[in-house]
């Protein structure tokens, strides 16, 4: 078999450099299988076994969400760690990814007074709240998320109905 040349940076075949293009690659794009993940960690020169792989998506807390085309996909809760000043809606350079994840995930939003209720598909709604928590956006005192559905709580008691503004805005931005 003759050897290819590799494109792009060389990477470790260590698990914490896996872990890290793993989360990166499901963070970019959408996967529906293990099959798939391998290989797209194989282009990138990271060969691994079934279930190697299948323990680091166990250990990086991964699950299967239906994204808003209805397709079954992995995702991963973003990683925590010290936490930055809040940011004023709009103006957090963390919102990226809460307008991607936003984009796909985010079916409807209601608010009364100071609370938002909003609704994605199956199995999104803590992915979501987690990419809103990371955001740090300092008009969010907080979140509470089930299956399909969270609910954010406003610093303002009469800001929720613009907290639900920013996040379909936010959606909106994607298409």
Known sequence: MPEEEQSGPQVPQTR???HRRIVDILNRQPVRSQSQL???LADDGLTVTQATLSRDLDELGAVKIRNTGGELIYAVPSEGGFR???APLG???KEERLQRLAGELLISAES???IVVLRTPPGAAQFLASAIDQAELHAILGSIAGDDTLMLISRDPAGGQELADHLLKLAQRNH
């Open 112 to 114: 009364s007074a100071n």
């Open 91 to 93: 103006e957090s350079a």
């Open 84 to 86: 930055t000043p809040h």
């Open 16 to 18: 914490t450099a896996r």
């Open 38 to 40: 391998a290989k797209l």
